[in-house]
């Protein structure tokens, strides 16, 4: 039996290479630029949204997984989900939690507890973006998939409360509008 030959070759050249400059001054090609006067580029209002998304995506699918092993109850979630994902969210802990567990299921639920693997974020637009990734149930992996969205929220005042005939402050906070667990 013979063993396959493996050919390796040296990777392609990164750099371009250096030109060499004529005893006149001039060049073979452009002057290479020096690496302290590369423009250096400032991050932007866009991936500073990605970043505050993608905290705020692995916070939220941490939350409502824990939600749905009822390891924390579904009112921890107002406030960072929509109020119709919310409804879906309890009716869902509703059906999983008719027969209360004994001491011993409730260890094995903890011990089977839901745990986020890798999250993934896809920014869609400003203040859209779109989350992916999986999680890990005892032996079992599961990909879930959520949208988030920046929605305009009422905030209280100074004094910490809504007065009647005032502009209500508003401020625009993300918010899990869908999740879907494979």
Aim: hydrophobic share 40%; net charge positive.
């Amino acid at each position: 039996m013979e063993t396959p030959r493996v050919l390796i070759r040296p990777a392609p050249p990164y750099e371009p290479p250096v030109r060499s400059v004529e005893v006149d001054g001039s060049a073979d090609g452009p002057t290479p630029v020096p690496a302290g006067a590369r423009r250096r580029f400032a991050p932007d209002r866009s991936s500073a949204q990605a970043v505050e998304a993608r905290r705020f995506a692995v916070g939220t699918v941490t939350l409502v997984l824990e939600v749905l092993d009822r390891r924390r109850g579904v009112n921890q979630l107002e406030g960072v989900v929509t109020q119709q994902l919310l409804v879906e969210l309890t009716a869902l802990a509703r059906v999983h939690g008719l027969v209360r567990p004994s001491a011993g299921a409730v260890a094995q639920v903890v011990e089977n507890a839901a745990t986020l693997r890798r999250v993934h974020v896809q920014m869609r637009g400003p203040g859209i973006a779109e989350v992916f990734g999986s999680c890990r149930r005892g032996d079992r992996v599961r990909a879930f998939a959520a949208r988030i969205e920046q929605l305009p929220c009422r905030v209280r005042g100074a004094s910490g409360h809504y007065r009647p005939g005032l502009p209500r402050n508003v401020e625009y906070r993300w918010q899990l509008v869908d999740f879907t667990l494979v």
